[in-house]
């Protein structure tokens, strides 16, 4: 198997333990809020996401080639690092809600906190910027049920607390999890 396919099984099954399977039904969680705002036009200076397959970060690709340097070039320093198992390294904007995982110098993914769930691996303010998964931007009301209707991406929800990109052929894919049917991170593997 791929890295890439193995960090996103870990993180599946993280989320899975993590955040518990909640009922054993598999249906949708109940108590819906309205769906995602469609995407807006962001303020100035805004950190703006947006994922249709690929990944761009205030309008420029973000991909496995990424450097470290290119990273901080477009985001700034981050408020600190964590050195993890082998050689990655986790880069964290904690006031922005979001986290960069570096391995030999170049970006294999990136987090965003949306409601924390406790997992240290992400930081615990919410995103301050704007990210929208193909033609929907989520927030901390996001539920897993506006997830699973964003057509662009195409998700597939095998459990209550988690739901992943179809295609496992894209060069980007995305994990989305929850807890207590609220959006608590958005995860990119790239």
């Known amino acids: 198997m791929r ?52 990944l761009s970060v205030s309008g420029q690709p973000l991909t496995h080639e990424t450097t470290s340097d290119e990273l901080i070039q477009r985001v700034g320093q981050p408020s600190r690092t964590v050195a993890n198992r082998g050689d990655e390294v986790s880069y964290f904007y904690d006031d922005a809600g979001m986290v960069f995982f570096v391995s030999d110098g170049r970006v294999g993914g990136v987090g965003f906190n949306f409601n924390w769930d406790g997992d ?9 910027g704007t990210l929208s998964l193909g033609e929907r931007a989520v927030s901390i009301d996001t539920t897993r049920e506006d997830v699973d209707a964003i057509q662009e991406v195409g998700f597939t929800c095998p459990a209550p607390v988690i739901c992943a990109s179809e295609d496992r052929n894209a060069r980007v894919k995305v994990t989305v999890g929850f807890k207590d049917g609220k959006l608590t991170q958005v995860f990119f593997i790239l």
Do not use: I
Not at 120 to 128: D, G, L, Q, V, Y
């Open 3 to 54: 890295p890439d396919y193995l960090m996103c099984l870990s993180l599946a099954s993280y989320l899975l333990v993590a955040c518990g399977s909640g009922s054993a039904a598999s249906g949708p969680v109940s108590g819906a809020q309205p769906p995602a705002t469609a995407v807006e036009v962001p303020a100035q200076g805004e950190l703006v996401v947006h994922y249709a397959h690929e």
């Open 120 to 128: 240290e691996r992400f930081p615990s303010k919410a995103f301050t």
